[in-house]
Protein backbone atom coordinates (compact mmCIF):
# COMPACT_ATOMS: atom_id res chain seq x y z
CA UNK A 1 0.00 0.00 0.00
CA UNK A 2 0.97 3.45 -1.03
CA UNK A 3 0.23 6.50 0.94
CA UNK A 4 1.52 10.12 -0.57
CA UNK A 5 1.25 11.59 2.99
CA UNK A 6 2.93 10.89 6.00
CA UNK A 7 -0.17 12.30 8.30
CA UNK A 8 -4.06 12.42 8.42
CA UNK A 9 -5.33 14.85 10.32
CA UNK A 10 -9.15 16.35 10.42
CA UNK A 11 -10.35 17.37 7.13
CA UNK A 12 -6.57 16.25 5.57
CA UNK A 13 -7.38 14.25 1.89
CA UNK A 14 -4.71 11.24 1.25
CA UNK A 15 -4.27 9.05 -1.84
CA UNK A 16 -3.91 5.36 -0.74
CA UNK A 17 -3.02 3.41 -3.63
CA UNK A 18 -3.36 -0.65 -3.57
CA UNK A 19 -2.51 -3.71 -5.93
CA UNK A 20 -2.42 -7.58 -5.08
CA UNK A 21 0.72 -7.25 -2.71
CA UNK A 22 -1.64 -6.00 -0.47
CA UNK A 23 -4.74 -8.62 -0.28
CA UNK A 24 -5.13 -9.69 3.24
CA UNK A 25 -8.39 -11.46 2.63
CA UNK A 26 -10.58 -8.12 3.06
CA UNK A 27 -10.00 -6.89 -0.27
CA UNK A 28 -8.49 -8.60 -3.35
CA UNK A 29 -7.14 -6.78 -6.49
CA UNK A 30 -5.91 -9.16 -9.40
CA UNK A 31 -2.38 -8.67 -10.91
CA UNK A 32 -1.86 -6.41 -13.49
CA UNK A 33 -5.03 -3.75 -11.34
CA UNK A 34 -4.05 -1.13 -9.09
CA UNK A 35 -6.29 0.76 -7.20
CA UNK A 36 -6.27 4.20 -6.45
CA UNK A 37 -8.55 5.70 -4.06
CA UNK A 38 -8.73 9.39 -2.61
CA UNK A 39 -10.21 9.90 1.15
CA UNK A 40 -10.54 12.44 3.86
CA UNK A 41 -10.55 12.59 7.69
CA UNK A 42 -14.39 14.08 8.27
CA UNK A 43 -14.93 14.48 11.69
CA UNK A 44 -12.92 11.42 12.59
CA UNK A 45 -14.52 9.07 10.01
CA UNK A 46 -12.49 7.97 7.09
CA UNK A 47 -14.57 8.89 3.82
CA UNK A 48 -13.66 7.62 0.40
CA UNK A 49 -13.98 10.20 -2.33
CA UNK A 50 -13.06 9.03 -5.25
CA UNK A 51 -11.91 5.40 -6.63
CA UNK A 52 -10.21 4.93 -9.48
CA UNK A 53 -9.22 1.26 -11.13
CA UNK A 54 -6.28 1.37 -13.30
CA UNK A 55 -4.73 -1.88 -15.71
CA UNK A 56 -1.30 -1.99 -15.73
CA UNK A 57 0.54 -1.66 -19.71
CA UNK A 58 1.55 -5.23 -20.61
CA UNK A 59 0.44 -8.09 -22.57
CA UNK A 60 -3.35 -8.13 -20.73
CA UNK A 61 -3.73 -4.46 -21.59
CA UNK A 62 -4.75 -5.55 -25.86
CA UNK A 63 -6.89 -8.20 -24.45
CA UNK A 64 -10.87 -7.44 -23.62
CA UNK A 65 -11.21 -11.08 -22.47
CA UNK A 66 -8.27 -10.40 -20.13
CA UNK A 67 -9.57 -6.81 -18.62
CA UNK A 68 -13.00 -8.24 -18.02
CA UNK A 69 -11.63 -10.83 -15.87
CA UNK A 70 -9.80 -9.11 -13.90
CA UNK A 71 -12.13 -6.60 -13.43
CA UNK A 72 -14.50 -9.36 -12.35
CA UNK A 73 -11.89 -10.88 -9.61
CA UNK A 74 -11.89 -7.41 -8.40
CA UNK A 75 -13.63 -7.48 -4.48
CA UNK A 76 -13.62 -4.09 -2.81
CA UNK A 77 -16.64 -4.51 -0.89
CA UNK A 78 -14.91 -4.23 1.88
CA UNK A 79 -12.38 -1.51 0.98
CA UNK A 80 -13.33 1.08 4.10
CA UNK A 81 -12.83 -2.22 6.70
CA UNK A 82 -9.19 -2.56 4.85
CA UNK A 83 -8.38 1.61 5.57
CA UNK A 84 -9.39 1.40 8.49
CA UNK A 85 -7.32 -1.31 9.53
CA UNK A 86 -4.49 -0.13 7.50
CA UNK A 87 -4.28 3.20 8.67
CA UNK A 88 -5.05 1.99 12.45
CA UNK A 89 -1.84 -0.09 12.24
CA UNK A 90 0.49 1.79 14.83
CA UNK A 91 3.17 0.58 12.20
CA UNK A 92 1.88 3.23 9.92
CA UNK A 93 -0.18 6.35 11.20
CA UNK A 94 -2.03 4.72 14.30
CA UNK A 95 -4.94 6.50 13.55
CA UNK A 96 -7.88 6.23 15.57
CA UNK A 97 -11.13 8.19 14.89
CA UNK A 98 -11.58 8.50 18.84
CA UNK A 99 -8.70 11.32 18.64
CA UNK A 100 -11.98 13.08 16.82
CA UNK A 101 -13.86 12.79 19.95
CA UNK A 102 -14.45 14.82 22.66
CA UNK A 103 -12.11 14.76 25.29
CA UNK A 104 -13.19 13.00 28.44
CA UNK A 105 -12.04 10.76 31.03
CA UNK A 106 -13.86 7.30 31.08
CA UNK A 107 -12.30 5.36 33.79
CA UNK A 108 -15.29 5.39 35.80
CA UNK A 109 -16.18 2.85 33.67
CA UNK A 110 -12.86 0.87 33.86
CA UNK A 111 -12.85 1.37 37.64
CA UNK A 112 -16.60 -0.06 37.73
CA UNK A 113 -17.61 2.83 39.59
CA UNK A 114 -20.50 4.31 40.10
CA UNK A 115 -21.27 6.80 36.93
CA UNK A 116 -22.66 10.49 36.76
CA UNK A 117 -25.43 11.64 34.32
CA UNK A 118 -22.77 13.60 32.71
CA UNK A 119 -20.69 10.40 32.62
CA UNK A 120 -23.64 8.68 31.23
CA UNK A 121 -24.17 11.42 28.47
CA UNK A 122 -20.89 11.34 27.58
CA UNK A 123 -20.94 7.60 27.09
CA UNK A 124 -23.96 7.69 24.62
CA UNK A 125 -22.53 10.18 22.78
CA UNK A 126 -19.48 7.91 22.43
CA UNK A 127 -21.69 4.92 21.39
CA UNK A 128 -23.19 7.32 18.69
CA UNK A 129 -20.16 8.69 17.75
CA UNK A 130 -18.45 4.58 17.17
CA UNK A 131 -22.19 4.09 15.42
CA UNK A 132 -21.02 6.92 12.83
CA UNK A 133 -17.62 6.57 12.09
CA UNK A 134 -16.87 2.93 12.25
CA UNK A 135 -16.96 0.54 9.33
CA UNK A 136 -20.49 -1.49 9.26
CA UNK A 137 -18.47 -4.98 9.11
CA UNK A 138 -17.07 -4.25 12.20
CA UNK A 139 -18.36 -4.78 15.73
CA UNK A 140 -18.69 -1.18 17.29
CA UNK A 141 -19.18 -3.29 20.71
CA UNK A 142 -16.44 -4.62 20.66
CA UNK A 143 -14.06 -1.61 19.24
CA UNK A 144 -15.99 0.29 22.19
CA UNK A 145 -15.17 -2.50 24.91
CA UNK A 146 -11.49 -2.43 23.83
CA UNK A 147 -11.29 1.58 23.87
CA UNK A 148 -13.00 2.33 27.54
CA UNK A 149 -10.76 -1.21 28.84
CA UNK A 150 -13.72 -3.48 30.07
CA UNK A 151 -14.90 -6.51 28.06
CA UNK A 152 -17.46 -6.36 25.42
CA UNK A 153 -20.41 -7.98 28.18
CA UNK A 154 -19.84 -5.15 29.97
CA UNK A 155 -19.87 -3.02 27.79
CA UNK A 156 -22.90 -4.55 26.66
CA UNK A 157 -24.78 -4.33 29.91
CA UNK A 158 -23.89 -0.62 30.06
CA UNK A 159 -24.91 0.45 26.93
CA UNK A 160 -28.38 -1.22 28.33
CA UNK A 161 -27.98 0.61 31.62
CA UNK A 162 -28.15 3.89 30.08
CA UNK A 163 -30.94 6.21 31.67
CA UNK A 164 -34.05 6.88 29.30
CA UNK A 165 -33.77 10.33 30.08
CA UNK A 166 -30.11 10.55 28.55
CA UNK A 167 -30.37 8.27 25.73
CA UNK A 168 -32.58 6.15 23.19
CA UNK A 169 -31.71 3.29 21.85
CA UNK A 170 -33.14 2.48 18.63
CA UNK A 171 -33.58 -1.07 17.19
CA UNK A 172 -32.46 -3.65 19.51
CA UNK A 173 -29.52 -4.15 21.43
CA UNK A 174 -27.06 -5.62 18.54
CA UNK A 175 -28.21 -3.25 16.17
CA UNK A 176 -26.52 0.40 15.85
CA UNK A 177 -28.97 3.52 16.06
CA UNK A 178 -29.99 5.69 19.04
CA UNK A 179 -29.95 9.34 19.55
CA UNK A 180 -29.21 11.33 22.73
CA UNK A 181 -31.90 13.49 24.55
CA UNK A 182 -31.77 17.43 24.73
CA UNK A 183 -31.54 16.90 28.60
CA UNK A 184 -28.13 15.12 27.97
CA UNK A 185 -26.65 17.41 25.05
CA UNK A 186 -27.38 20.42 27.51
CA UNK A 187 -25.57 18.72 30.09
CA UNK A 188 -22.45 18.05 28.26
CA UNK A 189 -22.32 21.57 26.66
CA UNK A 190 -22.53 22.91 29.97
CA UNK A 191 -19.43 21.00 31.18
CA UNK A 192 -17.20 21.51 27.90
CA UNK A 193 -14.78 24.75 27.03
CA UNK A 194 -15.54 26.86 24.27
CA UNK A 195 -13.35 24.78 21.62
CA UNK A 196 -15.29 21.50 22.42
CA UNK A 197 -18.35 22.58 22.62
CA UNK A 198 -18.12 23.98 19.16
CA UNK A 199 -17.12 20.74 17.91
CA UNK A 200 -20.26 19.23 19.96
CA UNK A 201 -22.00 21.70 17.54
CA UNK A 202 -20.19 21.15 14.37
CA UNK A 203 -19.76 17.42 14.32
CA UNK A 204 -22.57 15.05 12.60
CA UNK A 205 -21.71 12.38 14.76
CA UNK A 206 -22.03 12.80 18.16
CA UNK A 207 -26.06 13.20 18.98
CA UNK A 208 -27.72 10.61 17.03
CA UNK A 209 -27.47 7.76 15.00
CA UNK A 210 -30.05 6.91 12.20
CA UNK A 211 -28.61 3.97 10.03
CA UNK A 212 -28.50 6.20 7.52
CA UNK A 213 -25.09 7.71 5.89
CA UNK A 214 -24.82 11.25 7.10
CA UNK A 215 -21.89 12.20 4.76
Known amino acids: MKIDKQTFDLDEELTVSVDFEDNDGLIFIPKNVSVEIKIVNY???IVINNLSINHLED????????????????????????LFKQLSDKATFSYSPFDSF??????????SRRPS??????????????????????????????????????????????????????????????????????????NLNDTQAKLFE????LKFHSGSDLV
Open 43 to 45: FGK
Open 102 to 111: LKYDFSVYEK
Open 117 to 190: DLDWSMFASLYVFACNVIPESIKVELTLAKYLRVSEEVFKRLLKKIPDKIFRKTGHLESRGGNLTFDAEELIKK
Open 202 to 205: ESPF
Open 59 to 82: ELSLSKVGLEQNLNNLDVKLLDRF
